[in-house]
């Protein structure tokens, strides 16, 4: 037996082979033309020995440079926050660490409890009337919000502007190409949704408009303004929101919101590389039964004991492709979780005090960078952690050079929009200090 983890031994293998009426494994291959088949070998290295396996990925993974080495003002999304200790001790008990979707109620009272409070409390962050047990990311909820929205409106055209998300604008494009309805870009005027574009744009035909407040660039967007161009025409009024900022801005759903969804990576779940993170979805009562994902109700047992159930769709509803709401088949249960727990932790006083930390911290920052010879700040418009500076040479260059410091710089906006080469999205949380910024300057000024 060569492989620990894969016992299938020559006698196991002929009995496969006899099972299905065969007695080669080529033989299995043989109605694929030898003309289009491979001939050779792959250009991988060969099997390893499980010691040396774990050598070899442990050196590799040794190359990586994580925010444990570096100081971070990386943000564009995945943001590096203080997670309580908490968390992960909640997490890491084996009956949520290994939970699966739970479909047995009898047997899944604390799992159904723990995402039936995360909707609970991102409904009261978004100000919204129901909410679903969470969703893969931001992005994905973004896509399934248009979705939901050219679904009940029968209408084929999406409205989305560039101050969202470049890669949830890419995956809205990957959906709408599949469900065959049209995705129209609105430009940005000083780094906010550009108004009077909208107002020409959005039209009878338009099944909604999508925009983020806080936006990409970090700016606060005037969703009382869209929200009257978004039901001009009796078109859904999305909103993707950073659920962090949340804690002090007024909610998308006083502003009359029919959709808000966004990533709960800032509450409690780490950066990570990049993933998993976990997606939440809220809306109206109107459209509580075509939510995506799954829902989870309180209701009571046979004895008028308290209990949870997953609510209102049947599990087929997200296995048959013809009367499925989405093709969204399961959540970020663990991450949601974990996003529970961290809220829990802070309560509402706390969340308010890292989001006002936040805010602080991000406007000293970009004050003080912007006294550098050579760094320009950009869009004079109310910001949460996130600002534009310009500087003046390649993006790229400032940030190898800041990465040979220690100091992660920003993301190069320059890759997304081509008129704003040379500026750096810069991200301050609440566990930047003064003395880091003060290096970031610095590092700026001798470059």
Known sequence: ????YLPMTDKDHHQM?????????????SDIP??????GRLGIPEAMDE?????HMKALSGKNRSTDQLVSFLGAGIYEHYIPSVVNHIIARPEFYTAYTPYQPEISQGELQAIFEFQTMICELTGMDVANASMYDGPTALAEAASLAVS??????????????????AI????????????????????????????TIADPQTAAVIVQSPNFFGNIEDLAQIEKIAHQHKGLFVVSANPLALGLLKPPGAFGADIVVGDVQPFGIPMAFGGPSCGYFATTKKYMRRIPGRIVGQTVDEEGARGFVLTLQAREQHIRRDKATSNICSNQALMALAASVYMSALGKQGIQEVATLNIN????????LAEVPGVEAVFDQPFFNEFVIKVNRPVREVNEKLLAQGILAGYDLGQDYPELENHLLVAVTEIRTKEEIEAFAKGLEVL
Do not use: C, W
Request: aromatic share 8%.
């Open 152 to 169: 009940v409106s029968k209408k084929q055209k999406v409205v989305i502007s560039r101050t969202v998300h470049p890669e949830a604008r």
């Open 1 to 4: 037996m060569k492989f620990r």
């Open 172 to 199: 809205l494009a990957t959906h709408a190409k599949g469900l065959g309805y049209e995705v129209v870009e609105v430009s940005h005027r000083e780094g906010v949704t550009d108004l009077a574009e909208l107002q």
């Open 361 to 368: 911290k991000a406007h000293f920052a970009k004050q003080r």
């Open 51 to 55: 010691y040396s396996l774990l050598r």
């Open 17 to 29: 082979l006899q099972t299905i009426g065969i007695n080669s494994v080529e033989e299995l291959f």
């Open 34 to 39: 030898k003309s289009v088949r491979f001939q």
